[in-house]
């Protein structure tokens, strides 16, 4: 792989458009509507509250990361030899692009309320259903490390997954994304304009140069020995 000059500039303006649109208040309106819209359900539609309370505790964030991995693992089976211990290799880049990612948003000089902690009347699904500990609140969310994850695999996904693939992995990102917004948790933008800079950044410098081969090198002798190991080598 080289340099791809193009693909490498375009993935950066992208970013900088999204962030800076949103640091500029250009999203405001649009976080607001989406907010108050979501949050008016809470009350209006019977059982939305139950529903968001649900899809927001912890455990089900684990179930939808084992999700993920499986399709990853499904892809990974049809493969044989070094094209399997390659997505070894591609499952250990995610992570790490992950950590790494999450680092930097956590670092960065932003601290945004969720919008459940902005507006003091806003609806809590902690406390309309009391008895399920789902996440509606965070002092800073921004970005959101929820969408970060889900924007890195969606990342790998493009790149290096078959097409048939994207058909199901991006709806479903996606859907997966929303239940920190509708509980209000998160504002729309903290992963439109904070998650998905920060994969287009990564995707920029993985893909469109040769940086991603050169890491694969780098570990592919040891996944394959470790597959070996295993007896998963296929």
């Not at 309370?53 to 030899?81: C, T």
């Not at 995610?94 to 969720?114: D, H």
């Amino acid at each position: 792989m080289h340099w791809d000059i193009k693909g490498w500039f375009g993935l950066h303006v992208l970013a900088l458009l999204l962030f800076f649109s949103w640091f500029f208040g250009y999203w405001q309106g649009i976080d607001e509507s989406i907010f108050w819209w979501f949050n008016a359900k809470l009350l209006s539609v019977p059982g939305f509250a139950y529903l968001v309370a649900f899809v927001n505790q912890r455990w089900i964030d684990g179930a939808v990361a084992l999700l993920m991995a499986g399709f990853v693992f499904s892809y990974a089976w049809q493969l044989k030899g070094r094209e399997r211990a390659k997505i070894g290799c591609l499952l250990v880049l995610m992570a790490g692009c992950f950590s790494l990612q999450a680092a930097i948003g956590s670092a960065l000089p932003i601290e945004r309320p969720s919008p459940t902690i902005v507006y003091e009347n806003a609806e809590r699904v902690s406390l309309l259903v009391p008895n399920i500990k789902g996440k509606d609140a965070s002092g800073d969310s921004f970005p959101s490390d929820h969408g970060i994850g889900f924007a890195t695999f969606l990342l790998f996904a493009i790149y290096r997954f078959p097409r048939r693939y994207l058909y199901i992995v991006a709806p479903l990102v996606l859907v997966l994304a929303m239940p920190r917004v509708m509980s209000g948790a998160h504002w729309f933008t903290d992963f439109i304009c904070g998650s998905i800079p920060l994969a287009l950044i990564t995707g920029a410098w993985l893909f469109h140069t040769p940086l991603a081969d050169k890491f694969s090198e780098l570990m592919i002798r040891p996944i394959e020995k470790l597959l070996l190991k295993w007896r998963l080598q296929g």
